[in-house]
Nanobody, 123 residues
Framework: QVQLVESGGGLVQAGGSLRLSCAVSGRTFSSYAMGWFRQAPGKEREFVASISWTGGSIYYADSVKGRFTISRDNAKNTVYLQMNSLKPEDTAVYYC????????????????WGQGTQVTVPS
């Protein structure tokens, strides 16, 4: 079984930066894709970014492109989301997810999920 634990969330002023971490425990596979999703109050869960575990395939939602960077450290079994130039509309609970045969932007195709970490950017 795979477990994912997010950390690094908090309250940051607009224009600031924050780095989220997703620690992965249990068996990991080279074919796994790792994704970040977020869900704001009253809204559906939306795709943010994804990265293949061993490959170089990276995808970003248009809303975060140029501001967020997803990366991984396979030796530490950790995936990161560096968030810069944060905006109030980035406020949400951020979730880390993993899957073996995922459709990148489709949350229901991921097999494992973390508990989420709150990111708040006041206006």
């Amino acid at each position: 079984q795979v477990q994912l634990v997010e950390s690094g969330g908090g309250l940051v002023q607009a224009g600031g930066s924050l780095r989220l971490s997703c620690a992965v425990s249990g068996r990991t596979f080279s074919s796994y894709a790792m994704g970040w999703f977020r869900q704001a109050p009253g809204k559906e869960r939306e795709f943010v970014a994804s990265i293949s575990w061993t490959g170089g395939s990276i995808y970003y939602a248009d809303s975060v492109k140029g501001r967020f960077t997803i990366s991984r450290d396979n030796a530490k079994n950790t995936v990161y989301l560096q968030m810069n130039s944060l905006k109030p509309e980035d406020t949400a609970v951020y979730y880390c997810a993993a899957g073996e045969q995922t459709i990148v932007v489709v949350a229901t195709t991921y097999d494992y999920w973390g508990q989420g970490t709150q990111v708040t950017v006041p206006s």
